[in-house]
């Protein structure tokens, strides 16, 4: 297939200041790179991150404007002279920022890039910080990109980040098969972490306190879910494991209050804890290294994903075995109504909402 011409300019999401997110537009570039790809954004889903910078919540990387978002899908429609791993009409997903030539690029670690425009504390370009990711059209080296299945709906194969997370952290878990694992929190990342493992081969049980997310968790037909307000989680979990406790807890919800729960909810011995949120404002916990020391307990914290956690996300949802709907809200805002759906977005009790990214005005 012919290649689309390049937009002269594209069409995307800023937040401006705290609450107010606006959409705007620059000029591209006028040709291809060879190993570059010009993609067709379809959706971006925003992420706890992204509201919670429109929030103004998370203190330490507010930067505004920030034109951000990564829970994206879209669909090649130009390719590079060079480019041989994707053709107009694939559809891809993003499987690395990195630069794909450093040293820690070249091992999986693409994170911790080491170009210094990728080494965190991004540069503004035309006057925006962030990715641009909730854009209409938007140029990838191949790389970066990743295939994602044609026959899903985007709004559904845009989760591969988030997968993509919770992969990363039951890689880290590293618990056996078969384990036990407690998922305190069926928000989106709880119920992303919950398919996750049991797709893995865990077994999970879900706590959470309010009728929607209870509903959403029972939905999914495998949990075993705990209603916190009826009764005492700690005790639930005990009883659900002959007195012994979970071999793991995974809290969804960054408060101080859940991981002092998750420290009791843990196995006397050889329990693990696996720090996968963040919380604003910054929560606390009480550590006791002798406590740490005799029962062998392992606290252990994740963030993002390496290019193996990002591949075995993209093959658990094209495939099916994750199915990321339980984890949507089912609702689709235009891009040049992003600040709607942020304000939706950030609204209590919402599963990821989607924002529309060829949706440039109202015609
Ligand atoms: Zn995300
Ligand atoms: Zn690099």
Known sequence: MENMKIPEVHYFGAIMAPEVAEMHSEPMQETLGPREVLVKML?????????????????????????????????????????????????????????GECIMCRMGHTEQCMMPKNKGGWAPVNGFYGLRCFSDYKVFRQNQLIKMNKDMPPQLTAFLEPVSTAVAG??????????????????????????????????????????????????????????????????????LTDGIGADAVVPCVGLSSVYAQAQQMIKKHDGKILLFPAGYPEPTMDVDPNEIHYNRAEIIGTYGGEVEDIALAAKLINSGVVDPSFAWEGETFPLYQIQDAYVRAATPDMYRISVDLQKVSED
């Not at 060079?82 to 990195?98: E, T």
């Not at 309010?210 to 979990?237: C, F, N």
Request: aromatic share 6%; glycine share 10%.
């Open 170 to 239: 039951a890689r880290k878990l590293n618990a056996p098969k078969g384990d036990t694992v407690v998922i305190i929190g069926a928000g989106s990342m709880g119920i992303v972490n919950a398919l996750v493992y049991h797709a893995l081969g865990y077994r999970v049980i879900i706590t959470e306190l309010t009728e929607k997310k209870l509903a959403r968790a029972r939905s999914m037909g495998w949990a075993e879910v705990i209603d916190s307000k009826a009764v005492d989680p700690v005790q639930a979990v005990k009883d």
């Open 43 to 99: 959706i971006c889903n925003i992420c706890t991150n992204d509201y919670q910078t429109w929030q103004a919540k998370r203190t330490s990387k507010n930067k505004f404007p920030m034109a951000s978002g990564h829970e994206w899908v879209g669909d090649v429609v130009a390719v590079g002279e060079d480019v041989k791993l994707f053709q107009v009409g694939d559809r891809v997903g993003q499987c690395s920022a990195g630069c």
